[in-house]
């Protein structure tokens, strides 16, 4: 009797694990396919591929302007977008608390070294505390602009649904690409070529 019961705890927990990857990967799609459909280009680069550049376009809006928006930096200064207006912009969506957004910290940090102040890297902390962030910030030696949003207002007006979100905007303040999820370094890199 022992032996069937534990069997069947087995297979309960099984089924149950299974259920929950399901609810996760249907969560993950509905996500997706609700920030496709918003209207910016997407950016999709299969890390097996050989090719960085596949693409898919989704960009049939009029309207491709980034949304202005001022927000509190850590030193507690006031920064608009429109301060970096004639240059390109990657913003990024993130959280202390997000894996994705962690593993990414290190490509973006790169890219913004790399790029030597040609392109302007925001980093927009959804929904978490100065205190919280600008802890991490130090831990991991963040050199760019670290934004606060911590109402989450200005991520809803960008259609925000998870993160990391990570949005490339031209010198003429359009949105060329966004790209859901965490970004590879090819990734990273296909997004600045397209803004730059």
Known sequence: MTGLGGGSVRSCLLFLALMLAAIVMSCVTVAWVTFVGLGAQTLVIDDQSDNPSAFSDYSQSDDRLASGFTLTDLNGNQVSLSRFRGRPVVINFWATW???????IPHLIAAYEQEHGEVVFLAISVEESASTVRRF????????IILLDTDG????DYGVRGIPATFFVNSEGEIVVRYVGQMSPRVIEEGLRRIR
């Open 137 to 144: 910030a130090k831990k991991n030696d963040m050199p760019f």
């Open 153 to 156: 207002e200005v991520a809803s």
């Open 98 to 104: 997000c894996p994705p957004c962690q593993a990414e």
